[in-house]
């Protein structure tokens, strides 16, 4: 071994044992994803086995799905341009669907999946399954649970079709018939007094309910009343709508009343298109006191040929009540 060689052994030796010393006292620097301050946080707040909610009635063939509820408990607004996907998951089978905003702070969005099935398995539903919305809240977006099997519905009553006489004369060209399948808009029909009769309710607290002697037309109202310590609370009814075309009017009508209202009361009106496209209205409840029953009309003008129609009552005030009663669409 020459004497080159002795010297670089020599200096290994002496740089050795500082290299392991340095080596043992490094730090391990994890870093811990940051969340957006103002982000939209999406989560699952009701789920049930349902008839199509724009169906009145039952007739063979037609299919039960799930209905889920989506709250945007965030502190930012879901966009119109936003898309996100919902996952249900029965019996081992995984169905999806696309979902478009928007979804304002605080307001609830309604999706009927029709292909899902119903079952006593355990069911999960996720929001975002696919990711594509940042959220302020990433783990909160899957509910799980059991859900029961919805009670028989009522049968649809089918109407013969006459036979008609041939004549001589030409047959004119009929005008299309204005049809709207909604129902029970003055709530004199009820399950129980918190479950109005072709409304589905959502976090609803123990004095809101149907009220049959504070009334402003028939025998019943809906009252919604104190304050919404858990968030906003609805009632939502969605329903076809036939013979409706581009420029035609569409007219809610009906009557409120408001005690010591103190914050947040509206009516939505979401308007789907044949062509896919969405048009929502909002008419917000004046806070304070009426002396009565108040009416009102709110008409709007037709983008296109209507398709499906949701009426939405919401409460999300701080205090007070809010009646509502004799509700019509013409």
């Not at 398995?121 to 940042?134: L, Q």
């Not at 589905?200 to 919404?228: I, M």
């Not at 035609?248 to 103190?262: A, F, H, I």
């Not at 496209?277 to 008409?299: K, M, N, W």
Request: net charge neutral; aromatic share 8%.
């Amino acid at each position: 071994m020459n004497k080159k060689t002795l010297t670089l052994i020599s200096l290994l030796l002496i740089l050795l044992p500082s290299v392991l010393i340095t080596a043992q006292h490094q730090t391990r620097v994890e870093l811990t994803p940051t969340r957006p301050p103002n982000a939209p946080d999406l989560v699952v707040n009701f789920v049930k086995f349902t008839l199509d909610p724009t169906q009145s009635c039952f007739t063979a063939g037609m299919p039960l799905g799930t209905q889920v509820i989506i709250l945007n408990q965030g502190t930012a607004p879901l966009l119109d341009t936003d898309q996100f996907e919902i996952a249900v998951t029965l019996n081992n089978q995984t169905v999806t669907r696309a979902v478009n905003g928007p979804i304002a702070v605080s307001d609830t969005l309604s999706v009927w999946m029709d292909d899902t099935g119903t079952s006593f398995s355990p069911i999960s539903v996720t929001v975002d399954s696919s990711n594509r919305i940042t959220e302020s809240n990433e783990s909160n977006n899957t509910w799980q649970g059991q859900l029961p099997i919805p009670t028989p519905y009522v049968a649809c009553t089918v109407t013969p079709t006459p036979t008609l006489t041939p004549t001589a004369s030409p047959t004119p060209i009929a005008t299309p018939t204005r049809v709207i399948r909604f129902q029970n808009g003055g709530f004199e029909q009820a399950e129980s007094p918190r479950n109005p009769t072709y409304w589905t309710a959502f976090n609803l607290t123990r004095t809101d309910r149907q009220v049959c002697n504070e009334a402003g037309e028939g025998g019943c109202s809906f009252r919604f009343s104190g304050p919404s310590s858990n968030g906003a609370r609805l009632l939502s009814q969605s329903f076809r709508v036939f013979g409706f075309q581009t420029d035609d009017t569409l007219t809610l009508s009906g009557l409120v009343q408001t005690v010591r209202l103190e914050g947040r009361a509206l009516m939505r009106l979401t308007l789907s298109y044949r062509d896919g496209s969405r048009q929502r209205l909002v008419y917000p409840i004046a806070e304070g006191t009426t002396d009565a029953f108040q009416p009102f009309d709110h008409s709007v003008s037709l983008r296109g040929k209507l398709l499906q129609v949701q009426l939405e009552l919401i409460a999300a005030q701080s205090a007070g009540g809010v009646w509502f009663d004799g509700l019509t669409l013409r």
